[in-house]
């Protein structure tokens, strides 16, 4: 039997995904057989792992989920909220495996979130270097400059770094009420209402269509569904270009 990295067993167990698990090995919570494992140490699948001496589950053929939900406004994005908000794992109760979200939406934003129990997979999509780009629909106040859109698609500075190129496009304008369509492929925290926020932009409505190849389309909020055949195939396709 091959013996396979740490922070795979533990992303395909479902307990976090592959990101997080490096994170809690280089943090020391993690052991093998009852010893503190390093980040490149692999194990057996059969190998008893521990995360902060309590063992994980390790599961043989699991069934994987690839879910897309569309998260409406007022829920965060998390699977259990201290300040008992509502959160998007109220949306996804009735699954009969624990799935947990790839990237994030902040509390008033809405629209495509994606979800599995696929640590691997929820990797390569987080990962900067895949660049997969996501679109969103933008409602800002009040109406917009021809400067403040070339500040937003050639980049503004958050966080003493210059953000990368963006492609943006008027979709609709009204006295004091402009819609965008904004494309990046970067995944800073809140980083479309901060773009907008640094060349004078009230966000009154941000909404992600798109996730690559993976277009939201008609799914009502509040309700998800699994990615089919083809989607997924996709997705898959834009990870590894």
């Known amino acids: 039997m091959e013996k396979i990295r740490i922070q795979k067993l533990i992303a395909d167990s479902g307990y976090c995904s592959r990101r997080k698990a490096e994170e809690l090995i280089a943090a020391g919570r993690v052991k093998v057989g009852g010893r503190p494992c390093t980040l490149g140490d692999k194990a057996l699948p059969t190998d008893t792992i521990t995360v902060d001496d309590k063992q994980i589950k390790q599961v043989k053929k699991r069934r994987l989920y690839y879910i897309m939900l569309h998260k409406p406004r007022g829920y965060v994005t998390t699977m259990k909220d201290e300040l008992d908000r509502k959160n998007v794992s109220e949306l996804l109760s009735d699954l009969p495996e624990r799935v947990y979200p790839v990237g994030r939406l902040d509390r008033n934003s809405e629209g495509l979130l994606l979800f599995t129990n696929d640590g691997a997979f929820a990797n390569d999509i987080m990962h900067p270097s895949r660049k997969i780009n996501k679109v969103y629909r933008v409602t800002v106040r009040p109406s917009v400059t021809e400067d403040q859109l070339v500040k937003l698609a050639q980049g503004v500075i958050i966080d003493g770094r210059m953000t990368e190129p963006a492609n943006v496009v008027v979709l609709d304008s009204q006295p ?3 819609v965008l369509q904004i ?10 209402r901060r773009m907008c926020e640094e060349v004078g932009l009230e966000v009154a409505r941000l909404k992600r269509t798109m996730i690559g190849p993976l ?12 990615l089919t055949a083809d989607e997924l195939r996709a997705i898959r396709n834009a990870i590894t270009k």
């Open 215 to 226: 277009k939201l389309g008609m799914l009502p909020p509040g309700e998800y569904r699994e």
């Open 183 to 192: 494309t990046i492929h970067e995944g800073r925290n809140r980083q479309i």
């Open 176 to 178: 004091g009420r402009v």
